[in-house]
């Protein structure tokens, strides 16, 4: 199963972009790049996804680099309520996929 | 629109007990699955059910059963629970599998004492 590397914790100044990134290495063509945060005592939040092409939606956007082995997950301004782990996962076809330990992002006022 | 929903919240047992944790949502989505989340961990998945009327295995089942009772609920059992259960456990359905977002509900935090 492909897997997901991405580093343990981020701080990121208030009302600044923050750039979260996630390597995958061993990506398959048809892997879809997912993201998901986790804010305290709740269950994960959808943020984006995408499979080759950048996404963007209202909660952010995704850079996903040209030969798919790594990607970027964008908050162009960041706000307390930004504060949560972010978990990179690739999923299709294969349902057995895990979250892994994510990214602690913690915002400084 | 509820989305996906867990009952119950909370749930202390001891060990032996048996329970089972109910999830249900009102998304018409095909997939559901059961993940448990350690403190400091990152979600591992128990079971899923593809579509209505199946199941399989996904990464820590042992100790589990499931049930996809129809498509909008899927149930997990602890036929006897033991403290190394003891974990926050979260259902989520999505529409197409992989390609489509999962919808997470809030969790049904256990105790195993």
């Known amino acids: 199963d492909a897997k997901t590397t991405q580093p343990n914790s981020m701080e990121s100044n208030e009302e600044e972009p923050v750039h979260l990134p996630c390597n995958h290495s061993?990506?398959?063509?048809?892997?879809?790049i997912h993201w998901y945060r986790q804010l305290p005592s709740q269950g994960p939040e959808y943020v984006i996804h995408?499979?080759?092409s950048n996404v963007n939606n209202r909660m952010a956007s995704l850079a996903i680099a040209e030969d798919r082995k790594s990607s970027t997950l964008i908050l162009h301004r960041a706000t307390l309520r930004d504060a949560a782990v972010y978990y990179c996962?690739?999923?299709?076809?294969?349902?057995?996929?895990?979250f892994g330990t994510g990214t602690r992002l913690t915002i400084i006022p | 629109n509820a989305g996906v929903t867990q009952t119950p919240k909370f749930q202390v047992l001891k060990t032996g007990q048996s329970m089972t944790l109910q999830c249900a949502q009102d998304?018409?989505?095909?997939?559901m699955y059961w993940y448990r989340q350690d403190p400091g961990m990152g979600l591992r998945l128990i079971y899923y059910?593809?579509?209505?009327?199946?199941?399989d295995k996904g990464e820590v089942p042992n100790g589990y059963n499931v049930s996809r009772l129809n498509k909008r609920e899927f149930s997990l059992r602890l036929e006897s629970a033991a403290p190394s259960q003891t974990s926050v456990y979260f259902c989520?359905?999505?529409?197409?599998?992989?390609?489509?977002?999962?919808?997470f509900g809030n969790g049904t935090r256990l105790t195993v004492t």
């Open positions: 059910s593809a579509s209505e009327g199946t199941t």
């Open positions: 061993t990506i398959s063509g048809t892997d879809y």
């Open positions: 995408g499979l080759t």
């Open positions: 998304m018409n989505h095909n997939s």
């Open positions: 996962i690739l999923y299709f076809g294969n349902e057995k996929l895990t």
């Open positions: 989520a359905s999505s529409d197409r599998g992989g390609v489509s977002p999962l919808h």
